[in-house]
């Protein structure tokens, strides 16, 4: 019996079946191209083992253990780390039993999708975890994981990675990267430029961050236009290792084109941690038309990724920190919020903007009417919750009438979860074989059109859009 | 000619229309759970026959006035009682041939579901409802009416309800659900919890209501120790008939957590009419999460109804009064204003927390996101204007890729129509079997583990979340 | 090999399929009622030759050159004229070789589905627009155009156009009506009354247009009766030129119901150049009041279109003027914002106020609870960006449980682009019969039912709405 089912994903009638099926041959083995997520550059680095089943899959997947917990598993028990060092959950194997006792929370979920597949497909598993095969599975995932095929490099050509992006802060000083490039390995694997670190002047220890980015670039970086300068200077640094793009995780989209002086004085106000919310929020707004028009000049794609109130919980936050599966989506403005970065910018076809929402509302209304407009914008996939087959029909179902196809950007697997990234974008191009299926068998789109527009899905739009 | 398809509301490709049927066939007999409900206690108390079609189907179900109303037809002409006691159509055939005609305005409606249903299943009509037969389907009913089987506990046999739920304001007596207990009948009728009238200081007579809260409970409820006390009585004598949960039906889904001498002090200004509508809304907010620990003392599960603007034409709220179908749901968050009450309780696995909304965009922005990680925090179903077929589809198809099946928590009936209560719940089984048809058929489900998961929405969520 | 597929828009399913193509040979030929539209009547009274294909298709169609800009061609590539009367292309084949070569971009759109319809079915063009074909499409298309069964007047018979409204400025001679009416010619052209020049404080030269609306009618308009007056007077003006209806393109859907003294009092600043913004909103929406009351006088229907930001970007306002494709929709809300209006006239059923949306979250949350029970509102349909498959079903599905079909007024083309009507009507048909296959398969509508539906939708609704 296998987990998956070879028509996973496609229409149910049988002709738009019939025509997914084909779309879908055409694109089911080109290589992944993954501009944007968050895997540890050091895997590959170093290329060692993952340590156990409940370290690869559990543990560390906010998807995975947040839906345990919603049902009354502590996080202790997950083994999740506690923020004082406490004791958690040390054995893997308990943990790996909560979560395949529970395995029924997943259905009709993407993570069930995502698992089954690399059970499946990576490790030869053909029956459904459960209960009464935990300690079966767990053995024979443990068993692979302690051979050479299954480590991170391995993997990486055995998933048809063509390139990769991990996700850096200014202040990083991408040593894994140096040792990837000069260990002789021909896997790519790029950095991207986070700065959120030295940008959002309520992120923990901004003003030592900045004095650190100072201290990397040889500039005075609290000056206003020394910390311009050394943003420039570690740009041009992680470009020197792949990166062609920067990414910025701001609660709003909130966008802000001051005159200099005011934002050098915004600057000031929140190195001495003296600004206001409201002038933390307009400096962040700010920094992101700055670094638009630093892309002008070095070239690397602009990506915003708004909209997440993190760390809900004050409990969950006091007892292990941060990025606990506690960030959710909230209402995001894009029309107002974005005008004054597209009215400096926006106008440029040679800069590229991504922009992403958690608020699905906007697609159809406000982000799709901006980027089937302004030259620089284009809009990034359905995003984190919206990584998901329903998130990603409706995403395509809204913009592409007023966006078009070639406004969008391909996939994005976003992920840190190693194993995922296949079945993610194996879910991606069936959901876009079967958006395109449908069009063809509803008369709004030829069938020579549908394949060539699932090649640019699936392949072409994200090398182009992110220039990799 | 039937007015019922058989195999309506399940998809129409073949393979799944037939896998929704065999799902279907597995939960169509189940008895009713019904937690939550508007029916009235005194039916089941008296057991009287219902007056006529005409105050069984029209004037008292506020989905069919505002339709009619909506296209003309005066609120009078259909026999909804004046606030001032003025005249209105007294003759319940009138009434009924002004539904008759303007049966049309129905097609594609949740009531024209649910009256096809009731005429078919319960009167055996077979013809669709129109002016020409108006008059002999008004006959037809009213001879039912006066037989003995179609009283209101032979009906609850008949419909297969296992429990039901009524609402009551704490200062209600219980009269009719005594009657019922010491009838010895075996039907089982609970009641539920809802202080709106002493918890929320805009309602009507708020003071004299808390007085009388104090005179039910012996307490001196217009202090804050002893109107907290009184509430905790009042729960306990409404637990001895049955009650298993709380329900609060306010503007928004705002929470506080104040210190309790702000609470006491916010409480004594709105015994004493000067809240602000801030103040108000605070106090209301912060009601909830008192409501919440004293739920986490005895047991009882709360819902939070909120989003909806009462009442909204002036007019008819002076000619009819309250609840004559201008409710209108508004835009609600729930991120932030559900942030005091999950800080203190969310974390707690042993208490739920059931939210409902009118307003779909949360449902895969923030409820399911929320409920998909907080331990007490469940989704109560599609809800009012949507307690239909899209509305069901869109909220399955919203929450569940983040929330799971096993975050929600079943179906609620949350009707003062009767007769629509078998309609209902079989709506929400088709909906439900036919989502999980399409599932299996896209590869995302099993098909064993769709069996599973029908029963569980249509049945055994419901008995679990509501502890009946 | 056709443009068009028969069958487009309908269900892929066979048994649905199959309704829908018969509901929809049942009103594919139905005469096109167009009850609101933005046609020049200078066409139809002069009856001249279109000039060329670049500027029949691409110049004047927002929706075409947005999407063209948005991928990096200039505006003035596509012969858009500047604001400063600086240069532009001037020869339409170098702006039809844009288009042609980028045509892929609209793929997915409903400029594809308009702009095959035109180019197959009024130019007999049977290839995909594409680069290579680009100059002997436009040779076809310019040969025809020189064809006097090509004139506007030879289209409007072809198209079988019963009734086309146009939309009007207060202070327009309506010389091209008076030119149409004195020419004998039988086609039926109508005017609308859109007041925003001299009813919106912030529109260019307010104060100079009321000047002008008293000078047209003899009334001293900057005096608040004598503006209200001359609004009456030309009102009565329109009457005689056919038309029905007025229309207002507000920000917001705000309404005001204001003493008489302070609406003269905010009156009265607006002319003096000192509104506030918050005051200019407040006339705005008392304007629509007292336009609703003049309705119940002479009769004409309200139209109500809010929610655009327009002229999004700074940059193309200045080099290019309004109404350039960066009108972007913002989030509406209606409930509070309609509720003066609909206390003041929402119960007189013999008044139709017919209301829009660019939000579609209100659809099911704001505008189907208010349309399903206010006497005197409507619904008008999936407007603008949503005026598209998928735009429309989203409509359908979520208006039509809450406020039926009768709520609903037909279909409206709101178009520039003559050539494209006939195709919006025919996606409007497909859709609204795919809708209700959709419905008779899952049985929730009887067949001879669902047929009428769909003749009332096409045709009938349109002219009961609008009274034509």
């Known amino acids: 019996m296998a987990l998956l089912d070879e028509d996973r994903l496609f229409p149910v009638e049988g002709r738009a079946r019939d025509l997914a099926r084909a779309l879908h041959a055409g694109v089911r083995d080109l290589p992944l191209v993954s501009p944007h997520g968050h895997t540890d550059p050091r895997w590959y680095a170093e290329d060692a083992a993952f340590p156990d089943p409940a370290r690869l899959f559990v543990t560390p997947d906010h998807y995975v253990f947040r839906m345990l917990h919603s049902q009354g598993a502590p996080l202790e028990a997950l083994g999740v780390p506690r923020a004082d060092g406490g004791e958690t959950e040390a054995d893997p194997r308990a943990v790996w039993r909560i979560f395949a006792e529970n395995y029924h929370l997943f259905r009709g979920t993407p993570s069930r999708l995502w698992l089954d597949h690399a059970f499946e497909t990576v490790f030869g598993v053909s029956e459904r975890l459960s209960a009464a095969n935990a300690d079966a599975v767990y053995d024979r995932i443990a068993d692979c994981l302690a051979r050479p095929e299954y480590r991170p490099r391995a993997l990486f050509e055995r998933f048809n990675i063509e390139v990769i992006a991990t996700t850096e802060s200014p202040l990083d000083d991408l040593r894994w990267h140096a040792m990837i490039r000069d260990s002789g390995w021909s896997g790519r694997v790029v950095t991207a430029y986070r700065p959120d670190p030295v940008v959002d002047p309520e992120f923990p220890d901004f003003a030592a961050n900045v004095e650190k980015l100072g201290a990397l670039t040889g500039e005075d970086a609290t000056g206003w236009d020394g910390y311009l300068t050394a943003h420039r200077a570690r740009r041009a640094f992680f470009k020197g290792f792949g990166c062609t793009s920067t990414d910025h995780g701001h609660a709003t989209a909130r966008t802000e084109d001051l005159p200099q002086a005011d934002a050098a004085a915004l600057f000031d106000k929140a190195l001495r941690g003296r600004s206001t919310a409201e002038e933390a929020d307009a400096f962040r707004g700010h920094m992101l038309t700055e670094m638009a028009r630093m892309s002008l000049e070095d070239g690397l794609v602009l990506q915003i990724h708004p ?138 789109l030829a069938e020579d059109e549908a394949h060539e527009v699932a090649h640019d899905l699936s392949y072409r739009l994200a090398k182009r859009a992110y220039r990799l």
Chains 1, 2, 3 share one sequence.
């Open 307 to 444: 909209g997440s109130f993190r760390n809900h919980s004050a409990q969950a936050m006091a007892r292990f920190g941060r990025d606990k599966g506690y960030d959710i989506p909230t209402r995001t403005d894009y029309v107002r919020a974005l005008k004054p970065l597209l009215d400096a910018v926006g106008e440029r076809p040679e800069l590229t903007v991504i922009a992403f929402t958690l608020d699905e509302t906007a697609y159809a209304r406000e982000l799709a009417p901006l980027a089937g407009v302004y030259p620089a914008l284009r809009l990034g996939p359905a995003w984190w919750f919206y990584d998901s087959p329903e998130g990603m029909r409706r995403f395509r179902e809204a913009t592409t009438e007023t966006a078009g196809f070639y406004n969008t950007v391909g996939f994005n697997d976003d992920t840190r979860a190693y194993l995922s990234i296949p079945a993610r974008h194996d879910v991606a191009r069936r959901v876009d074989c079967a958006f395109l299926a449908t069009l063809v068998a509803t008369g709004r």
